[in-house]
Every structure is written in structure tokens, then in C-alpha cells.
């Protein structure tokens, strides 16, 4: 996608806070941080959001999930915890239109999500 933001960084057209990168994905920190840690884990392939994962696309979902388990250990974010969230459309809240999770620590979150 052109005009993706989230693309661009992937490809290294706009700066961003590495924390991980391989060939399929890329974690970097969220730009206004809603916890003492918030970092994004996107797939760099354009994929637009959760609604449009399927058979085709789910192996980097899985692989996402591994980043984010190799993250939580290397940051030592188990101890005390933390959240991933993925906002899907409007009444969600998503602002980026390419599928990122949130990986959220540092302090309590409250649930239900408001
Ligand atoms: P959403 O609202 O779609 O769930 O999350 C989008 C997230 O992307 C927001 O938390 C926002 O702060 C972050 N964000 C938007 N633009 C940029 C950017 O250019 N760089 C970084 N690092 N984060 C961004
Ligand atoms: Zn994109």
C-alpha cells in the first residue's frame, strides 16, 4: 500500500524505534506511549487488519505471536504481566489501517477495556 504508514516503516522509509525485526515481521515503540512500555508488532506485509487474516496469511500471525513471547522474556515483561491488543475497525478504535498489535507493560490495565 502506498500511503501506509505502517508500510513505510517497515520498509525503512520512515524512522522508528526498532525493538525486533526479521524477514516477515517488525516491533517497534508506539509513537504516544499509553504505558511505561507500548511497542507495535506488525507483519510487514500490508494486511489490513484482523478481519482479513485467513489460511493465507495466518503463518505470520503465528510468528507474530512468537515475537512477542521472545520480547516479553527479553524485556522481562513476565513478572508482572502484559497485554496485547489488535483494534479491528471503527467501534475499536483502529487508527492504522495495516494490523498491528499493541504490546502493553509496565503498570495495571484495567478490565473490562473502556
Ligand atoms: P490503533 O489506534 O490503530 O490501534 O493504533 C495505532 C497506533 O499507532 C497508535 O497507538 C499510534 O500512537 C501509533 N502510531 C501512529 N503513527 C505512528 C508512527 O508514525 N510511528 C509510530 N511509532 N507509531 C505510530
Ligand atoms: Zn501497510
Redesign the pocket.
Same mark, same amino acid.
Given at each position: 500500500m502506498n500511503d501506509c504508514?505502517f508500510c513505510k516503516?517497515a520498509k525503512g522509509e520512515?524512522d522508528?524505534?526498532k525493538i525486533y525485526e526479521d524477514d516477515t515481521v517488525l516491533a517497534?515503540?508506539?509513537?504516544?506511549p499509553?504505558a511505561p512500555t507500548?511497542i507495535?508488532v506488525i507483519p510487514k506485509e500490508h494486511i489490513e487488519s484482523a478481519k482479513d487474516i485467513n489460511e493465507s496469511n495466518s503463518q505470520v500471525i503465528a510468528h507474530i505471536f512468537e515475537v512477542i513471547s521472545y520480547i516479553a522474556g527479553d524485556l522481562s515483561l513476565n513478572d508482572d504481566g502484559f497485554r496485547v $491488543?489488535?483494534?479491528s475497525g471503527e467501534n475499536?478504535?483502529?487508527? $492504522?489501517n495495516h494490523l498491528?498489535f499493541?504490546l502493553l507493560s509496565g503498570r495495571p490495565f484495567a478490565w473490562p477495556p473502556g
Open positions: 504508514i516503516i520512515i522508528s524505534q517497534f515503540n508506539d509513537l504516544d499509553q507500548h507495535l $491488543v489488535s483494534n475499536a478504535g483502529q487508527s $492504522v498491528h499493541h
